[in-house]
């Protein structure tokens, strides 16, 4: 019933916003717990809300999720099978950078996860620093991709790996999520693959 009435809010007040899955926003509830509708639970991996449940389960998910869930920024949630790690988060063009302290404008930032993306067999050999089930890999790639995001949306274009505040704030919800060495190990040639809108 929640979910249906977020969906007529959503299309009263003129389409999707802040986190977009299957052409639709996610509602989240006043513990900002996600809620899927069914076009999203049809439309997208389930490994892909497991892993946002379990984020938004961590304080500093929760941080991000406050601070994303509103209409003045659209995150679109891209899933692609053929990305070679966990998720990608692309950087916006220069436009949406520097717009990032305009409340007015729409800022939208495109956000890859390939829920197929598997720890080898037999590489899973460190349990504090490798995610044991496929939530848990989708939970670090919403984790580590939102990060890049919050930073887009702070006006910080990459690189962001060499940062020390990134990496902080990386160690900080890899112990909330449970793997306190995991690194956060994509690459950020997503420079070279500037979001047109
Ligand atoms: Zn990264």
């Known amino acids: ?6 969906f007529i809010a959503m299309h009263l007040t003129g389409g999707p916003r802040a986190f977009v899955l299957a052409g639709e926003s996610v509602y989240f509830d006043q513990q900002l717990m996600p809620h899927f509708t069914e076009r ?10 497991t ?3 379990r984020w938004a389960e961590t304080p500093a ?3 991000l999720i406050a601070r994303f869930n509103a209409r003045e920024y659209e995150i679109d949630v891209i899933e692609d099978s053929s990305e070679e790690g966990p998720g990608r988060a692309l950087q916006p063009g220069l436009a949406t950078l520097v717009a ?8 939208r930032y495109s956000l890859i996860l390939n829920p197929d993306f598997r720890v080898p067999p037999g590489k899973n ?5 490798q995610p044991l089930t496929q939530t848990d890999m989708m939970a670090a790639a919403w984790a580590g991709e939102m990060l890049h995001i919050d930073f887009y949306s ?10 020390s505040d990134f990496q902080e704030e990386w160690r900080a919800v890899a112990r909330e999520l449970g793997y306190p060495d995991m690194k956060h190990e994509d690459d950020e040639r997503a420079i070279r693959y500037v979001a047109t809108h």
């Open 1 to 6: 019933m929640i979910v249906i009435i977020a």
């Open 40 to 49: 999203q639970m049809l439309g997208s991996a389930l490994e892909t809300r």
């Open 51 to 53: 892993g946002l449940v």
């Open 61 to 63: 998910g929760r941080r």
């Open 100 to 107: 990032a302290g305009d409340h007015a404008a729409v800022k």
């Open 125 to 129: 050999v460190f349990p504090s620093a």
């Open 154 to 163: 702070r006006g910080i274009s990459l690189p962001h790996h060499p940062r």
